[in-house]
Antibody
Framework: QVQLVQSGAEVKKPGASVKVSCKAS????????LHWVRQAPGQGLEWMGW????????DYAQKFQGRVTMTRDTSISTAYMELNRLRSDDTAVYYC??????????????WGQGTLVTVSS | EIVLTQSPATLSLSPGERVTLSCRAS??????LAWYQQKPGQAPRLLIY???KRATGTPARFSGSGSGTDFTLTISSLEPEDFAVYYC?????FGQGTRLEIK
């Protein structure tokens, strides 16, 4: 069965960086784009970007351009999302989610359990 | 950038009732619209993709319709487990969500 398992909660100070991992299993890792979506406490869903695990190509939301980097390691079927220069309003649950098809149609059929990132001085 | 507006923000209903949630796009999005259900403390779950196709495991009481700018998610008879927040999504844009509460 398809599973996306994310790394554990993080507490960071403003200005620091965080790197969240997402380990995939149960399907061919390079066959589907992986997206990152975040959710601030009590708020809605916000799309951050995707990575094509096959090519390593990425597309980021304009809001995060210059601050986010998405990478992958195909040898261990794991994707990563690194967010730099953290601010208090980056406090959120960060999710990885699999694209339903292999060309990125943004319809996300499997989600990780989420990683809470808390930014606080 | 496309804006998705969901209405209403909150609905209070009883089990067994029929409910229709609305999602309106600021410009045509063809049929590439998805619906998700999210329960407290859980990740979202894909219910409907391409506006009207049920995802694997989605019960038949859920149906989606619409194209262009106006879309709806209908639950034919509410079960206790259906009380949650529902989001529509078109590519990189999510609606703000509709909260379905037990009356």
């Amino acid at each position: 069965q398809v599973q996306l398992v994310q790394s554990g909660a993080e507490v960071k100070k403003p200005g620091a960086s965080v790197k969240v991992s997402c380990k995939a299993s149960g399907y061919t890792f390079t066959g589907n784009y992986l997206h990152w979506v975040r959710q601030a406490p009590g708020q809605g869903l916000e799309w951050m970007g995707w990575i094509n695990p096959n090519s390593g190509g990425t597309d980021y939301a304009q809001k995060f351009q210059g601050r986010v980097t998405m990478t992958r390691d195909t040898s261990i079927s794991t994707a990563y999302m690194e967010l730099n220069r953290l601010r208090s309003d980056d406090t959120a649950v960060y999710y990885c989610a699999r694209d339903r098809v292999n060309y990125g149609d943004y319809q996300l059929d499997y989600w990780g359990q989420g990683t809470l990132v808390t930014v606080s001085s | 950038e496309i804006v998705l507006t969901q209405s209403p923000a909150t609905l209070s209903l009883s089990p067994g009732e029929r409910v229709t949630l609305s999602c309106r796009a600021s410009q045509s999005v063809s049929s590439y619209l998805a619906w998700y259900q999210q329960k407290p403390g859980q990740a979202p779950r894909l219910l409907i993709y391409e506006a009207s196709k049920r995802a694997t495991g989605t019960p038949a009481r859920f149906s989606g319709s619409g194209s262009g700018t106006d879309f709806t998610l209908t639950i034919s008879s509410l079960e206790p487990e259906d009380f949650a927040v529902y989001y529509c999504q078109q590519r990189s844009t999510f609606g703000q969500g509709t909260r379905l509460e037990i009356k």
